[in-house]
């Protein structure tokens, strides 16, 4: 169902950038793992949602539209209205965040991006599960590192 311009501007109005209801209930939860980190980290390209910069490790919580979720199969079924604007926009994002990858990766950092809806929300255990993991990984790396 299409709705009106005015509706539609009220509903993206109220779209946030920051603390969303998934990047803040991942963060509990890798908190509740005794998980340290700071939230929208500025000091870094992108802006991660969550960075545990003690190890090296940056979460990005991506929205499906905003970030091209499963894009190829269908961006001319969810994009109905001023096409010429939004596809190209979306495309842009989707670039930027493999930018925003290469170069937070060539600076040592691991890299770890959620889908909001269909990780986040769907299996918030696996997500936490691949935070640690992660942790843990790059633990034993700096832990190499310090010993040569």
Not at 22 to 30: D, G
Not at 124 to 138: F, G, H, K, R, S
Request: proline share 2%; glycine share 4%; with cysteine.
């Amino acid at each position: 169902m299409a709705e009106s311009k005015a509706c539609r501007s009220k509903m993206m109005s109220k779209i946030r950038a920051t603390g969303g209801k998934a990047e803040t209930q991942l963060a509990k939860a890798l908190w509740h793992e005794g998980v340290r980190y700071f939230k929208n980290y500025k000091k870094l390209p992108g802006s991660p949602d969550i960075a545990i910069t003690k190890y090296k490790v940056l979460v990005f919580v991506d929205g499906e539209f905003w970030h091209g979720y499963d894009w190829e199969n269908v961006k001319k079924q969810r994009i109905h209205t001023n096409r010429d604007y939004w596809i190209p926009k979306l495309e842009r994002n989707m670039e930027r965040d493999q930018e925003v990858n290469q170069t937070l990766k060539d600076m040592g950092y691991t890299v770890i991006r959620f889908w909001e809806k269909h990780e986040v929300f769907k299996d918030m255990d696996d997500c936490v599960n691949q935070v640690l993991e992660a942790i843990e990984q790059n633990k034993k790396q700096m832990e190499k590192e310090k010993q040569k």
